[in-house]
């Protein structure tokens, strides 16, 4: 409760500050710089492929130890971390490099802008500089005290808001931007670096402490299964951009990121209220009570259905009205667009839980081969719809919506009931009737009262944002009427309830 309480707050904050900062980026440097932003991001997601999932199988790795409280194990995974994050940063800084005479050929109209390859480099360094101090964020994470690194974030990414702001205001120059963010970033990991050493003072007395063969054995083979899940992210996640900008040209990267800012930003704060239990699902495990963690995971799947199906109705009806208040009516995109969009967000969240509890069992390998796949059909479908079919925005994300229904939707469940639980024979119920059955009854009821809700809309003569925020509200309502009438009986909606009386009756 208390990671998922302040990460979901310092995510709120966060996305905010987003906002204020992208409010000021957009009237001083324009859509231009605005989808050169945002291919950036998806080519440095690209080069990311360097980590190869190393944060996530030494995480994994120190659950053990963390429970044992078995210091020198703790320090010798931390030195090995520390090691694999200095190659990193050194490897995505030679890539980035190698990156700049490939930018013309992602970049349609490449010439008409000035100083790329400057601004890459910046943007690069970034990242690069991370690699050197932030590996110690994982001994909190893994340690179930995440809000400490947060907080941190919380601190640096307000200070870096102000100064970016200012330098937006004052000299509308894109490279100080960038130069801000690289200072910040340096500060912010170099403080939480020296706090971990405060917390745990015994990883300076075992800097020389190393991994036994037996853990860097299941390491190397968590890492090989980490390959393809970070292939399949990298594909699913953030080739958009690339392929948008390749073929349609940076101007419609730059609308499109301003609906990419408000959906990311919603997936990141419950993406963050949902696997922020990975720790403690990671504890549960290791009581070796199937049952039990079974149980958890369909309360755990019920809440995060019923905030995915709520979200995805409020951003349906109010992702105009809010662009048009805050960008401009030139930033808005078709309602068709609008409408894959959602579905792609909806689709995609729905798998967090699936993924919390494979993260939390370790279940690298298996998923990592899917990943591969999954990767290989998202890239054929988006490629095809785009170029073969011309259908755009729409086109490039109706091909990661066809993999996660032609795909994901049934092997991640499946690996988790069958590798986790050992639950096989229940898992057709499970795909069936929780998965198909509640999501098309809950798209087609959202979709009829999205109807009635722009029907109303017709009616309303006030600004755009007060008509996306009625639209929200009216939206939240009926979804909460539908899941009472439907759900009541589910453990997921009854603990829901006894957390909100217990909330409240705390208060008093």
């Known amino acids: 409760m208390l990671n998922s309480s302040i990460l979901t707050l310092v995510q709120i904050f966060t996305i905010l500050v987003k906002f204020i900062t992208q409010t000021i980026f957009i009237k001083y440097l324009g859509k231009e710089y605005l989808g050169l932003n945002g291919l ?4 440095l997601s ?5 980590e190869l999932g190393v944060g996530s199988a030494i995480v994994f790795s120190l659950y053990s130890p963390l429970a044992h409280r078995d210091e020198k194990s703790i320090s010798g995974l931390m030195n090995l971390f520390r090691k694999a994050y200095n190659a990193i940063g050194i ?24 100083h790329v390859s400057l601004y890459f480099i910046l943007y690069i360094s970034n990242s690069v500089v991370s690699y050197f101090f932030t590996y110690k964020r994982s001994l909190l994470i893994a340690d179930q005290k995440e809000y400490i690194s947060a907080l941190n974030q919380l601190k640096y990414t307000a200070l870096q808001v102000v100064l970016q702001v200012a330098v937006l205001f004052f ?36 800097k020389d402490v190393k991994v036994d063969k037996k853990s860097l054995h299941i390491i190397r083979n ?6 393809g899940s970070k292939i399949g992210s990298i594909v699913v996640r953030s080739t958009d951009n690339l392929l948008l900008s390749a073929f349609m040209g940076i101007y419609v990267v730059g609308v499109y990121s301003n609906y990419l800012l408000i959906v990311t930003s919603i997936s990141s704060i419950f993406t963050k209220l949902i696997s922020s239990v990975t720790a403690s699902v990671g504890n549960l495990i290791a009581e070796d009570n199937k049952k039990r963690t079974f149980d958890v995971f369909k309360t755990h799947y019920t809440i995060n259905f019923f905030i995915v199906a709520i979200s995805a109705g409020c951003l349906f009806v109010s992702l105009n009205p809010f ?40 279940l690298f390998v298996a998923n990592g081969k899917k990943s591969v796949v999954e990767a290989i059909m998202n890239f054929a479908f988006s490629f095809t719809l785009l170029v073969g079919f011309h259908l755009g925005i729409r086109g490039v994300l109706l091909g990661t919506i066809l993999t996660n229904l032609i795909l994901n939707s049934w092997w991640e469940p499946l690996l988790l009931f069958r590798a986790g639980f050992g639950f096989r024979k ?34 309303l003569n006030t600004s755009n944002f007060l008509i996306a925020l009625l639209n929200s509200v009216l939206m939240v309502i009926f979804q909460i009427i539908f899941f009472t009438l439907f759900y009541s009986r589910t453990s997921g909606y009854k603990y829901l309830i006894r957390t909100i009386i217990r909330l409240v009756a705390k208060r008093h």
Not at 46 to 50: H, I, P, Q, R, Y
Not at 323 to 350: C, E, H, P, R
Not at 438 to 446: Q, R, Y
């Open 46 to 50: 690209v080069l990311s492929f360097a």
């Open 91 to 114: 490897i995505i800084a030679v890539a980035g490099l190698i990156m700049i005479p490939v930018l013309p050929f992602l970049i349609k109209d490449y010439h008409s802008l000035t």
């Open 426 to 459: 229940k898992y057709m119920r499970f795909y069936l009737i929780n998965y198909w059955l509640c999501n098309l009854t809950s798209l087609i009821f959202t979709f009829l009262i999205a109807q009635l809700i722009f029907h109303l809309d017709g009616y």
């Open 171 to 206: 000299f509308h120059s894109y490279a100080y931007y960038l130069i801000v963010a690289i200072i910040t970033t340096l500060l912010s990991n170099f403080t939480i670096s020296r706090k971990v050493d405060r917390l745990y003072p015994y990883l300076s007395q075992h």
């Open 323 to 362: 662009i048009k208040f805050w960008a401009g009516k030139s930033y808005t995109l078709a309602l068709s667009i609008v409408v894959v969009i959602v579905l792609n967000y909806f689709f995609d969240q729905l798998r967090q839980s699936s993924l919390t509890f494979i993260t939390a069992y370790g």
């Open 222 to 227: 968590n890492i090989v299964g980490m390959v």
């Open 40 to 43: 950036f991001t998806n080519v």
